[in-house]
């Protein structure tokens, strides 16, 4: 990774993947307080910067300056960072497209106890709309297009025809 390939958040490298996904995990401005909106409290768990509390910068533009506590934004960046060793194993693996890989199952419950430690609850959605639990053989990362968002796909196709229908109908309008 080069100079150019890296990112700092709060003082720390990490590569523009894991920046930009990390970003996409804060909640939207709208649901935080004026406090978590400009970094004086964690926009996941609420604890007051302080002496006691460090908060660490999450990124943002344009006067929103959304910050996480350590443990807070540590549970976040590993979660992220399990996602994006499950989608890099799916990638490089031909069986992964299409069924559930033996090879894949380590790095797929390393982001499962990752997600859980995060607080989330209840089943992910892949991209076509199909609600599945993240313990699902048939689940893995999204990898059919460049990476904006923490996103999940079935191994081989959707057995929802509408929502396989639906989920194309999406991607076209988020590409137009």
Same mark, same amino acid.
């Given at each position: 990774?080069?100079?150019?390939?890296?990112?700092?958040? &709060?003082?720390e #490298?990490? *590569?523009?993947?894991?920046? $930009?996904?990390?970003?996409?995990?804060?909640? @939207? /401005?709208?649901y935080?307080?004026?406090?978590?909106?400009?970094?004086?409290?964690?926009?996941?768990?609420?604890?007051?910067?302080?002496?006691?509390?460090?908060?660490?910068?999450?990124?943002g533009?344009? &006067?929103?300056? #959304?910050? *996480?506590?350590?443990?807070? $934004?540590?549970?976040?960046?590993?979660?992220? @960072? /399990?996602y994006?060793?499950?989608r890099?194993?799916?990638?490089?693996?031909?069986?992964?497209?299409?069924?559930?890989?033996?090879?894949?199952?380590?790095?797929?419950?390393?982001?499962?106890?990752?997600?859980?430690?995060?607080?989330?609850?209840?089943?992910?959605?892949?991209?076509?709309?199909c609600?599945?639990a993240?313990?699902?053989?048939?689940?893995?990362?999204?990898?059919?297009?460049?990476?904006f968002s923490?996103?999940?796909?079935?191994?081989?196709?959707?057995?929802?025809?509408?929502?396989?229908?639906?989920?194309?109908?999406?991607?076209?309008?988020?590409?137009?």
């Open positions: 990774m080069t100079g150019a390939d890296v990112l700092l958040i &709060g003082g #490298p990490y *590569g523009p993947d894991v920046a $930009r996904l990390l970003i996409q995990e804060v909640p @939207s /401005a709208v935080l307080t004026w406090q978590q909106n400009h970094g004086e409290v964690c926009v996941w768990c609420g604890k007051v910067g302080g002496e006691d509390v460090a908060l660490a910068p999450l990124g533009a344009r &006067g929103w300056r #959304p910050h *996480g506590c350590t443990e807070c $934004r540590q549970t976040r960046l590993t979660y992220v @960072s /399990a994006l060793v499950w890099r194993h799916v990638l490089d693996c031909e069986s992964c497209r299409t069924a559930w890989c033996p090879d894949g199952w380590s790095p797929a419950l390393a982001h499962q106890i990752a997600y859980a430690a995060t607080g989330k609850k209840g089943r992910v959605f892949c991209a076509c709309g609600p599945l993240l313990t699902s053989r048939r689940l893995r990362p999204y990898v059919e297009t460049i990476l923490l996103r999940y796909s079935h191994t081989g196709p959707c057995h929802r025809p509408e929502a396989a229908a639906a989920g194309r109908a999406r991607s076209a309008d988020e590409v137009a």
